[in-house]
Structures are given as structure tokens and as C-alpha cells.
């Protein structure tokens, strides 16, 4: 049931308020999984008769669409099927771990993010975080390899902030060096999306909207170093090491409990009750 919102994976169905008191017209957006339905937004149906007295100016019609965005690209797609399969997979096999990841950000949301950094959101991390704005985690550990975290967008904000603040004192050290010993903290396209962990964001990964790549960022290190993937490329690999963790090269998923573990970041004491996943 539903029809096609314009919106990777995601079906719109119209309800009638007349069947509710003081309730108008909606449109209800939603994810239809096989033991899954996830609804991501409710608005107000745009009516089917505009006349002189209830037609919207222009700019309140325009917001009114960004309710339902309409992206039909290709890495969008990718991003949604990707991501549709990390969250199957925690869904079947990791049920805590589902539990912890955070619902879609609404597109206003990350509109004012977007405004607030001042960086234009790529379309795929945007479609991301329609379908997850973030990871809780469990016991200190989020879903992602290395038991890293997709950041929250407050987390994003925050650490945009402290990282852009930091380079800016730095550039008053640059211009007192030569040019071999000027150094890059960051820069203003780099969009924070993974932490090392829920509650730790001494590392992680970020989106440099100006090439499309994914980077590494550490307080600990001098520089950050690209890793060659897209966001497309890095979870669709997540997703491959999750379905097929024989071939997986990078990290090896395993259980603890209802919860997904990966294998590179174990403790001793962990690994005590450390299951490998197998399939």
C-alpha cells in the first residue's frame, strides 16, 4: 500500500481526517520492511482544489514540498539499499544494536544544520540521515567497524565547530611559518559523520564534500589521512563484511549478546564472551 514519495524507499500513503475530529488531510511517509514498518514523516496533504481563498503564497508551497523531497538519484538509491542492509542485518542478528540507532533526522533538521555550517550537504550523506540520524550505542560501542558510531547532527555541529575554531587558531601560527610548515587541522568541506565511538570523539571519519571521499580525523595524529572511499563505498562494505564476514578483510563482526561487536577493538575481558559471526 502507498505510492512513491519521490524519496528512495520510502512510500507515501494519503489518510483522510474527515474520519478524526479536527484532523486535516495527511500524508504519511514510511519504510515497509518484511517485520518492519518505519514512518518517517506525517504533513498536511496538499489540497486538490487551490482556490482564491486557500491557495499558499509561493514560499509556503515551497516549504510544504521540502516535506517530501524529491531525489531519484543514483547514490541516493545506493545509500538507501546500503543502509537497508546494515539495518536488516542488526535487525535480525543484533537486536540491541538495532535498538540504539537513532530514527531519521526530518528534513528541516538538516537544513538548519546545513545553514549552520554554512556547507551545502551532499545528497548522499543527506539521504543518510533522513534514514538514521545517529547511534546511541550500546555500552559504549556503535554499529559501524571498529565499533564506531554515525554521528548525531548536534554531535556534527559540535565538533564542525571545535575543529573549525582550532584551525583558525592555527592559522595564526601558519602565517608566522613557512610555507613547508604550515599545517591543515581542517577544513571548512569537511563534514564530521563517525566517531569512534557514541561517546567519544577523540577520531573518526569525515565526508569532504569538495572530492566526495571519506578522511580520517584524530586528535593524536599530525595530519589526516584519506581512506578512498565514498560514503556509497564504505557501507555498502559494512554491509558486505556483516553479510559475508568470511571475506571480510578490514574487521570481523561478532556478538556479544544481543549486540554487534566488532573484532579489532576487543579488550580481554571481552573477548571472553565474544562470538564470531559466521553466517
Not at 481563498?53 to 509556503?60: A, G, H, L, R, S
Not at 558510531?149 to 592559522?171: G, H
Not at 565526508?207 to 566526495?212: E, N, R, S
Not at 559475508?244 to 556479544?256: E, N, Y
Request: proline share 8%; charged share 25%; with cysteine.
Amino acid at each position: 500500500m502507498g505510492d512513491p514519495s519521490g524519496l528512495p524507499g520510502i512510500l507515501t500513503v494519503m489518510v483522510d481526517g474527515g474520519a478524526f475530529e479536527d484532523c486535516p488531510d495527511l500524508a504519511v511517509g514510511y519504510i515497509r520492511e518484511p517485520e518492519r514498518i518505519e514512518i518517517r514523516y506525517v504533513t498536511p496533504a496538499p489540497s486538490t482544489k487551490p482556490s482564491a481563498d486557500t491557495q499558499q503564497p509561493e514560499e509556503e508551497q515551497e516549504q510544504e514540498e521540502l516535506a517530501i523531497p524529491s531525489t531519484n538519484s543514483v547514490t541516493e538509491r545506493e545509500i538507501v539499499d546500503a543502509w537497508g542492509r546494515i539495518a536488516r542485518w542488526l535487525h535480525d542478528n543484533a537486536p540491541a544494536s538495532h535498538a540504539a540507532l537513532r530514527s531519521g533526522a526530518r528534513q528541516k533538521a538538516i537544513d538548519a544544520l546545513e545553514q549552520n555550517l554554512d556547507v551545502p550537504i551532499p545528497p548522499a550523506l543527506r539521504a543518510l540521515w533522513l534514514l538514521t540520524s545517529g547511534d546511541n550505542g550500546v555500552s559504549g560501542r556503535g554499529c559501524l567497524p571498529g565499533n564506531q558510531a554515525l554521528m548525531t547532527l548536534e554531535e556534527v555541529s559540535a565538533v564542525y565547530r571545535f575543529k573549525m575554531d582550532a584551525q583558525a587558531n592555527k592559522d595564526i601560527l601558519n602565517a608566522r611559518r613557512p610555507e613547508h610548515d604550515r599545517f591543515t587541522l581542517w577544513k571548512a568541506t569537511w563534514i564530521p559523520v563517525v566517531s569512534l565511538g557514541p561517546d567519544d570523539r577523540s577520531s573518526g571519519l569525515y565526508l569532504d564534500t569538495a572530492t566526495g571521499y571519506l578522511g580520517r580525523w584524530s586528535r593524536y595524529r599530525e595530519a589526516p589521512d584519506d581512506e578512498l572511499d565514498t560514503l556509497v563505498t564504505y557501507l555498502e562494505e559494512v554491509a558486505d563484511m556483516l553479510e559475508a564476514p568470511d571475506l571480510a578483510v578490514r574487521d570481523k563482526p561478532g556478538l556479544i549478546g544481543d549486540t554487534l561487536v566488532w573484532g579489532s577493538m576487543l579488550d580481554t575481558q571481552q573477548e571472553e564472551h565474544w562470538q564470531p559471526f559466521t553466517g
